[in-house]
């Protein structure tokens, strides 16, 4: 009988969710989240971030749209997370009629976009990327569903980022995905070159939160 090790009996998506745990830490903690959820700042403040969203996603998406056709790469490829249609509606709600013509990435933001695309030449680092947005807006993005709520009276257009009917029971979509994570042909190197990514991921995601806060003065509440 052989002998299993300890290390050969975690799932992969377990010492994934483990590797980027402290980044995923720093993120949540950023002073820009800080304010955020301390109700520092006004409406416009947020949609600061919901616009930076719209770019990251489109890139992610476009992506998507390639993976299609990946045999690794198209296992992430869920239709019930796009997130577009939804932002398309939060834009016109928090920005105006005009937004397509008026909203602008930050540079962090065009930065994140370009690493989303070269990270993509391969499936994992498509999913890296993925796996790092998608899942935590299902989890703790629902905490800012929560916030826009409580602090702005935002419940729909303004929130449908964080709405996601289409996967049914949020818990067991997590599962469905972690499962796809453990079940995919990585060699070990791949699965270290994932995590790699998804650090990238959340350290693209972290620059993105710090550029906010340097312009927060302008979105304080008084």
């Not at 002073?31 to 301390?38: E, I, K, W």
């Not at 990435?105 to 993925?130: F, I, K, N, Q």
Request: aromatic share 12%; net charge negative.
């Amino acid at each position: 009988m052989s002998v299993i090790t300890d290390l050969e009996a975690v799932p992969f998506s377990a010492t994934l969710r483990a590797s980027t745990r402290a980044a995923h830490e720093r993120a949540n903690h950023s002073g820009y989240m800080n304010a955020l959820f301390g109700g520092e700042l006004a409406l416009k403040g947020y949609t600061r971030l919901a616009i930076q969203y719209y770019f990251i996603y489109q890139a992610i998406e476009q992506v998507s749209d390639a993976m299609a056709a990946d045999a690794v790469g198209r296992e992430f490829v869920f239709d019930e997370l796009r997130r577009l249609p939804n932002l398309a509606a939060d834009m016109a709600f928090l920005v105006g009629p005009d937004w397509r013509e008026t909203i602008r990435p930050l540079a962090a933001t065009e930065a994140y976009v370009r690493r989303v695309h070269e990270a993509s030449g391969w499936a994992g680092g498509y999913v890296a990327h993925h796996y790092t947005r998608y899942l935590g807006d299902i989890a703790g993005g629902q905490m800012i569903r929560r916030l826009l709520a409580k602090n702005y009276g935002v419940t729909e257009d303004g929130a449908l980022f964080y709405h996601f009917d289409g996967i049914g029971s949020a818990p067991a979509f997590r599962d469905r995905y972690r499962a796809k994570l453990n079940a995919a042909p990585w060699s070990d190197a791949e699965r270290a070159k994932l995590i790699d990514e998804s650090l990238v991921a959340f350290e693209c995601n972290i620059a993105v939160f710090t550029e906010l806060a340097g312009e927060m003065d302008n979105y304080r509440t008084a």
